[in-house]
């Protein structure tokens, strides 16, 4: 199984981004019933959940992203994304996709989000 995430990249505070993450290697079943996240790691810091979404549309938000992010996933396509609006310069971070499933737990490369003016 891969993860690529893509999506990253420097936006001004205030200003949105919508991260993607395409899986392959995996097969429907997996993917339809994984548990999908996006993490993200700040020089410095541990890496924390951003964002999940379970196979039954079920989401969960870190407080410090509630009402700016969205997160949502194309089952058919394999692939999750991350909307991000209202970016503010602590959401710099390298953002990482994962794939909770039963088949196992799986990691993307990371795409680097910088906020800043």
């Known amino acids: 199984v891969q993860l690529q995430a893509s999506g990253g990249g420097l936006v001004q505070p205030g200003g949105s981004l919508r991260l993607s993450c395409a899986a392959s290697g995996v097969i429907s079943s997996v993917f339809n019933t994984a548990h999908m996240k996006w993490y993200r790691q700040a020089p410095g810091r541990q890496r924390e959940l951003v964002a999940g979404l379970t196979s039954g549309g079920t989401t969960d938000f870190a407080d410090s992203v509630k009402g700016r992010f969205t997160i949502s996933r194309d089952n058919a396509r394999k692939r999750m994304y991350l909307q991000m609006n209202s970016l503010k310069p602590e959401d710099t971070a390298v953002y990482y996709c994962?794939?909770?499933?039963?088949?196992?737990?799986?990691w993307g490369k990371g795409t680097q989000v910088t906020v800043s003016s």
């Open positions: 994962n794939l909770d499933s039963y088949g196992g737990d799986y």
